[in-house]
């Protein structure tokens, strides 16, 4: 039912637009998701009635089940073909992007966050984007709920650059909840590290860097394809934030990133600076009684993401997980 009040609007706008040309990049829309009921659904509503719709909509579901209404729609919509459906486990935020390279056919494969707000026209602002040749990955603007933008000089374009905003720049770095790349590049560098576990915190950022070393290029931040992120409180990478004190996955992200991906004349202090950081904040200044538990915390974040730098990443091009997506069901 909710899929067949889509079809007059999608495929109006799909007449429109009409198929894809020889030389007209093909898009594909990515939106890895777990534990997500309603907004997912939202999400991907809004996706399909974009002006200039994608060619393809892959919805990478982790979840073990759904709402009955969730699982009606997603039923719907894939019998119908607006998306495909497809199931993935276990849980893991890099591995699911992994099989969105792999699934797809598309020449640019968009990737988003389940509970976000499409602004009008993001589809093919992400796609004009790569009429230029010399750009191969694309960061979009990600607004909080409140809308507002950021202006004026940006200090950093690497790791701090705000994701919110308002003018196009060069930087180094991609936003995990909206981003695209060639795909063909993305499966030269091997796809997305799937040891990055739990909220995968740095993954997006560890495959920028990779990716723009080997095209010897650039980010493209695009603040036309915008979305608004509304965080909500359960599901996705939060699935794991209901004790953010304690977050493993956090802390181990950010230590195996310097360990693993900055140059040695970098990571000593990218460490030293967030360690300092999440120990000494606003937060453990009036409660100083979680010190102690952020500094185990640390140490198990450092433990952990030293025994994954010295092991070889887990990409799509490693025995284990080609073996892995291979069973996974169609």
Same mark, same amino acid.
């Given at each position: 039912?909710?899929?067949? /009040?889509?079809?007059?609007?999608?495929?109006?706008?799909?007449?429109?637009?009409?198929?894809?040309?020889?030389?007209?990049?093909?898009?594909?829309?990515?939106?890895?998701?777990?534990?997500?009921?309603?907004?997912?659904?939202?999400?991907?509503?809004?996706?399909?009635?974009?002006?200039?719709?994608?060619?393809?909509?892959?919805?990478?579901?982790?979840?073990?089940?759904?709402?009955?209404?969730?699982?009606?729609?997603?039923?719907?919509?894939?019998?119908?073909?607006?998306?495909?459906?497809? /199931?993935?486990?276990?849980?893991?935020?890099?591995?699911?992007?992994?099989?969105?390279?792999?699934?797809?056919?598309?020449?640019?494969?968009?990737?988003?966050?389940?509970?976000?707000?499409?602004?009008?026209?993001?589809?093919?602002?992400? %796609?004009?984007?790569?009429?230029?040749?010399?750009?191969?990955?694309?960061?979009?603007?990600?607004?909080?709920?409140?809308?507002?933008?950021?202006?004026?000089?940006?200090?950093?374009?690497?790791?701090?650059?705000? %994701?919110?905003?308002?003018?196009?720049?060069?930087?180094?770095?991609?936003?995990?909840?909206?981003?695209?790349?060639?795909?063909?590049?993305?499966?030269?560098?091997?796809?997305?590290?799937?040891?990055?576990?739990?909220?995968?915190?740095?993954?997006?950022?560890?495959?920028?860097?990779?990716?723009?070393?080997?095209?010897?290029?650039?980010?493209?931040?695009?603040?036309?394809?915008?979305?608004?992120?509304?965080?909500?409180?359960?599901?996705?990478?939060?699935?794991?934030?209901?004790?953010?004190?304690?977050?493993?996955?956090?802390?181990?992200?950010?230590?195996?990133?310097?360990?693993?991906?900055?140059?040695?004349?970098?990571?000593?202090?990218?460490?030293?600076?967030?360690?300092?950081?999440?120990?000494?904040? %606003?937060?453990s200044v009036g409660h100083p009684w979680v010190i102690p538990l952020?500094?185990?915390?640390?140490?198990?974040?450092?433990?952990?993401?030293?025994?994954?730098?010295?092991?070889?990443?887990?990409?799509?091009?490693?025995?284990?997980?080609?073996?892995?997506?291979?069973?996974?069901?169609?």
């Amino acid at each position: 039912m909710i899929g067949q /009040k889509l079809i007059g609007k999608v495929a109006e706008k799909m007449f429109v637009a009409g198929a894809p040309s020889e030389d007209r990049l093909t898009v594909c829309v990515a939106i890895p998701t777990y534990q997500r009921e309603g907004v997912l659904v939202e999400t991907i509503r809004q996706v399909l009635t974009q002006d200039s719709p994608a060619d393809e909509v892959l919805v990478i579901d982790q979840s073990a089940d759904h709402e009955f209404t969730t699982s009606q729609a997603l039923s719907a919509w894939h019998q119908e073909g607006w998306i495909r459906w497809i /199931k993935h486990s276990p849980p893991n935020l890099p591995g699911a992007r992994n099989r969105a390279l792999l699934e797809s056919r598309s020449d640019i494969v968009i990737f988003i966050d389940d509970d976000v707000i499409l602004s009008p026209g993001f589809v093919e602002a992400h %796609r004009r984007s790569y009429d230029d040749p010399r750009i191969d990955l694309v960061a979009g603007q990600v607004l909080n709920k409140d809308r507002q933008v950021h202006t004026g000089a940006v200090k950093d374009h690497e790791l701090q650059f705000p %994701r919110n905003h308002g003018e196009r720049a060069w930087i180094k770095g991609v936003f995990g909840g909206n981003h695209s790349v060639r795909r063909r590049l993305a499966l030269e560098v091997g796809g997305f590290d799937e040891r990055y576990v739990q909220n995968a915190f740095r993954e997006e950022t560890d495959f920028a860097f990779r990716a723009t070393a080997q095209s010897r290029g650039m980010v493209l931040f695009e603040p036309k394809a915008s979305v608004a992120h509304l965080k909500m409180p359960t599901g996705g990478c939060r699935a794991w934030d209901i004790l953010r004190m304690l977050n493993i996955g956090w802390t181990t992200g950010d230590y195996y990133f310097a360990l693993k991906t900055l140059p040695s004349t970098r990571w000593v202090g990218h460490i030293a600076k967030g360690c300092f950081h999440r120990l000494i904040n %606003r937060y453990s200044v009036g409660h100083p009684w979680v010190i102690p538990l952020f500094l185990i915390r640390e140490a198990v974040g450092l433990t952990r993401g030293a025994v994954f730098a010295v092991q070889n990443r887990k990409l799509i091009s490693s025995p284990a997980s080609r073996s892995r997506i291979a069973k996974q069901e169609p």
